[in-house]
């Protein structure tokens, strides 16, 4: 059992910048692949970005690409999302999201544990 606990959210202009992080319970972090996703009013769940265990390889969203970066660091049983250049269209409830395995993943349904989502707005 994996429980995330997502932070960092918050009010940003556009063309602003915020961290997020997610800290993992457990002993076995790092062996989980992590996921970013988002939901917006009205929309469906997105894939943001996701990366390995071992954090060696990474996969964004064309939307987000060269704008966002996804790390980790597995002795703190952490991952981030690095969001710059930040748009009004980013503005969304951002979920981190953790899944047994080394298959990339990029849809919902492929991942396990969730955390309880933080707020991101992007004021124009």
């Known amino acids: 059992q994996v429980q995330l606990i997502e932070s960092g959210g918050g009010l940003v202009q556009a063309g602003g910048s915020l961290r997020l992080s997610c800290a993992a319970s457990g002993r076995t972090f790092g062996s989980y692949r992590m996921g970013w996703f988002r939901q917006a009013p009205g929309k469906e769940r997105e894939f943001v970005a996701t990366i390995s265990g071992s954090g060696g390889s990474t996969y964004y969203a064309d939307s987000v690409k060269g704008r966002f970066t996804i790390s980790r660091d597995n002795a703190k049983n952490t991952v981030y999302l690095q969001m710059n250049s930040l748009k009004p269209e980013d503005t969304a409830v951002y979920y981190c999201?953790?899944?047994?395995?080394?298959?990339?993943?990029?849809?919902?349904?492929?991942?396990?544990?969730w955390g309880q989502g933080t707020q991101v707005t992007v004021s124009s």
């Open positions: 999201a953790a899944r047994a395995g080394f298959v990339v993943a990029t849809s919902q349904q492929q991942y396990n544990y």
